[in-house]
């Protein structure tokens, strides 16, 4: 399918701005941290490498048309999606390193940073142009938007009122995660491939090739992460609260 001349300079340059905001982001939090001057640096020249070059790879597989899908062999995509996922969702679990660096974010930046979902909002002016099926593009574009333009409304309310609104950023994390979980599948069922069960007469062909397939193999995994660091943080933050009554109930 012949890719539109915007996408490119639409995708490339959201990408290059969403790394830019969380490793902003990042470096603000550990400059007001209590960690030293040498943790600090090697933390943020780490998550540097590691972001950019995750970017520079995922960018380089997709012009390359490592992803690319068609009707007679079994999809790749799914690796590019789950693997990071996997990889930083096992750091967040075992890394001490990474779990000092969710207790030094603040909860609303996590969340707050995900205003960046709203460019989901390509996949529906991709489907106003006969470029993406509906049965893909709807749920993946609105889906992505309403949690765009949630974060920064769940993100200040958890920052004035962070035990009273504890669940929201509960819901609003299972909300992002399962919005993934439905354009995931979607994407997978309507795009060519020998599991292709929907759209045949317009597939999601355009999500495996070159630039949109950034988003399943990058934006994606990096949304799904920023999500699972914040319910790690909120669960955290739970069970200090909990020690904490358990302390002050105990008898002297």
Do not use: C
Request: hydrophobic share 55%; charged share 15%.
């Amino acid at each position: 399918m012949i890719v539109p001349t915007y996408l490119p300079y639409y995708v490339i340059t959201g990408g290059i701005g969403i790394v830019a905001a969380i490793l902003f982001g990042l470096n603000s939090a550990l400059s007001k941290s209590d960690w030293t001057a040498s943790d600090r640096a090697s933390v943020a020249r780490t998550s540097s490498i590691v972001l950019i070059g995750w970017f520079l790879v995922a960018t380089s597989l997709a012009w390359m048309d490592a992803y690319r899908a068609a009707a007679d062999r079994i999809p790749t995509i799914q690796y590019g999606i789950f693997v990071p996922i996997l990889i930083g969702g096992l750091l967040i679990w075992r890394s001490s390193t990474v779990a000092r660096i969710i207790d030094a974010v603040p909860q609303q930046w996590l969340i707050g940073v995900q205003l960046y979902r709203v460019l989901g909002a390509i996949f529906l002016i991709l489907y106003g142009a006969g470029k993406l099926p509906g049965l893909f593009a709807w749920p993946a574009g609105l889906g992505d938007v309403l949690v765009g333009v949630l974060a920064p409304v769940v993100a200040v309310a958890y920052a004035r009122e962070p035990r009273k609104n504890a669940d929201l950023v509960f819901a609003w994390n299972l909300f992002g995660l399962a919005d993934f979980v439905v354009a995931v599948t979607a994407g997978f069922l309507t795009s060519p491939s020998q599991f292709q069960l929907f759209a045949f007469d317009l597939p999601s062909e355009l999500v495996s090739q070159f630039p949109l397939a950034l988003i399943p193999v990058f934006l994606v995994p990096v949304s799904v992460l920023l999500h699972l660091a914040s319910l790690t943080k909120l669960r955290r933050g739970a069970l200090r609260d909990n020690n904490r009554r358990e302390i002050a109930r105990a008898p002297a």
